[in-house]
């Protein structure tokens, strides 16, 4: 049953609208989190949002090819995000990074073995926002097979429920190259 319900989650975060759709809310509509100068002033106030790692499977690639990782990550609300969260990809053994990546301000860490890359704030409620991690397998890695070890988590401040911050995925490794 669970796993019928994680699928239904990312079918229904998927059909509300592409999944980089998340990140062309307007500015304006996001809460300040800038520090205000007047006396008595009080802090940002964090959202009631969770922020969900939707798993999916990169598509098979061959060794020494390419395939992407998308690292989906949806609000479940039930408010827009009030701090910006991070996203970070761990690749599997056999496996390395390769951008350009989107956004743009994904960085490789850790000698490539991760990939972070930062949202905004003002994620709307049931809407997504998707990294793209372009990875490069190995000549050396075994086909068929699959490689094992991948993970893709999410941290924010105001995210209400950790426990499903983090989802594995795994990379079909085939043959020869699908086009």
């Not at 699928?7 to 609208?17: E, I, K, V």
């Not at 905004?120 to 000549?139: E, F």
């Not at 070890?149 to 499903?164: A, F």
Request: hydrophobic content about 40%; proline content about 12%; aromatic content about 6%.
């Amino acid at each position: 049953m669970g796993s019928a319900l994680t699928a239904g989650c990312a079918l229904t975060a998927l059909t509300a609208g592409p999944a980089w759709a998340g990140l062309q809310w307007p500015a304006t509509a996001a809460p300040s989190t800038a520090p205000s100068a007047g006396p008595g002033a009080t802090a940002a106030t964090a959202s009631d949002s969770d922020l969900e790692v939707i798993g999916l499977d990169p598509d098979p690639a061959a060794p020494g090819g390419t395939t992407t990782v998308h690292a989906v990550v949806g609000n479940r609300g039930p408010d827009r995000t009030a701090s910006p969260f991070t996203v970070v990809v761990t690749l599997p053994a056999g496996v390395t990074p390769e951008g350009p990546y989107f956004p743009e301000n994904c960085a490789p860490f850790q000698d490539g073995h991760r990939v972070h890359c930062t949202f905004p704030a003002g994620l709307p409620a049931l809407r997504s926002a998707t990294a793209l991690i372009p990875v490069r397998l190995a000549r050396s890695v075994p086909a068929p097979g699959t490689l094992l070890g991948g993970w893709v988590s999410v941290r924010g401040d105001d995210d209400r429920n950790t426990s499903n911050d983090k989802q594995p995925f795994a990379i079909p490794v085939v043959e020869t190259e699908i086009r």
